[in-house]
């Protein structure tokens, strides 16, 4: 298994309580920052592929907009399930530049 690396440019790292869309790698990422936390999943709700970015955030869990399923941002799954969850990445910090970590075959 491989890793790579996605930089995030420093305009687009997202303040605390807010997200951006990051689009790299044929994927579309929805990247989080939860009170100094950050959090990377893909951005399509596993349910029918509805944007889970602009979705309502409460905490570490986010809502989608289509049909209000919930997920925790930290482990991906919908809350009270063991059986759904949305495709999450690790995020590192080096210095000053942030990175999503992608892991392939």
């Known amino acids: 298994m491989r890793e790579k690396r996605i930089a995030v440019p420093a305009g687009r790292v997202p303040a605390p309580g807010q997200r951006v869309l990051i689009e790299a790698e044929g994927k579309s990422l929805a990247l989080f920052n939860v009170a100094g936390q950050f959090h990377a999943i893909d951005d399509s709700c596993p349910h029918q592929g509805a944007s889970l970015c602009g979705g309502r955030l409460e905490g570490e869990v986010i809502q989608c907009g289509a049909h209000g399923l919930r ?5 991906g799954y919908l809350l009270n399930s063991s059986q759904l969850k949305v495709s999450r990445y690790p995020v590192e910090q080096v210095d000053e530049q942030l990175f999503i ?3 392939t075959w």
């Open 101 to 103: 970590v992608i892991e």
């Open 71 to 75: 997920f925790n941002l930290h482990t």
